[in-house]
């Protein structure tokens, strides 16, 4: 695809529907759940808790953009990495800088901890900002079990030790 087609196909999957059949049940219970704003985590949030949703933009997804406009022809995963690449250096192509990511994470972890201090919290986010989001917890002495790639649905336990 080129890179207006990546940009397009980016924009159609952040509004795409789920798949249900990944969602791991378990016996966990939440007081709270934070979610992105996006579609995909709502209706991801909608099973896997019952009760309020509270959105925000700050969990969305890390944007990815194509790092040029050309009409040179990359298969998606080419142009997803070089995007990730751009974001993680910063460049200018991208709409978030890293240390803006950072800076996200960080807020949505303060939030938490200023306001649900003593509460069960689900966080619905999206693969690549839970690997900053992760990122954060275990700096500030959270322990929990990670991932090399996040599997849609899955539930992972983080607390503070």
């Known amino acids: 695809m080129t890179s207006v087609q990546f940009n397009q196909w980016v924009e159609q999957y952040n509004k795409s529907d789920i798949c249900t059949t990944g ?15 996006l579609s995909r985590a709502f209706e991801t949030a909608k099973i896997i808790y019952k009760g309020n949703i509270t959105r925000t ?17 990359l298969h998606y995963n080419i142009w997803l990495f070089l995007g990730r690449v751009a974001w993680y250096i910063s460049h200018k192509s991208q709409k978030e800088t890293r240390n803006e990511t950072l800076l996200r994470a960080r807020g949505i972890v303060n939030r938490i901890e200023e306001n649900y201090r003593e509460s069960s919290v689900l966080v619905v986010r999206h693969g690549a900002f839970m690997k900053i989001l992760i990122q954060e917890l275990k700096r500030r002495g959270y322990e929990g079990k990670g991932f090399i790639n996040p599997a849609n649905g899955r539930v992972y336990n983080f607390q503070k030790i």
């Open 57 to 73: 933009d700050q969990l969305r997804e890390i944007g990815v953009q194509s790092v040029n406009h050309s009409k040179i022809r």
């Open 23 to 37: 969602y791991c049940r378990n016996d966990l219970k939440w007081d709270v759940c934070l979610c992105s704003d």
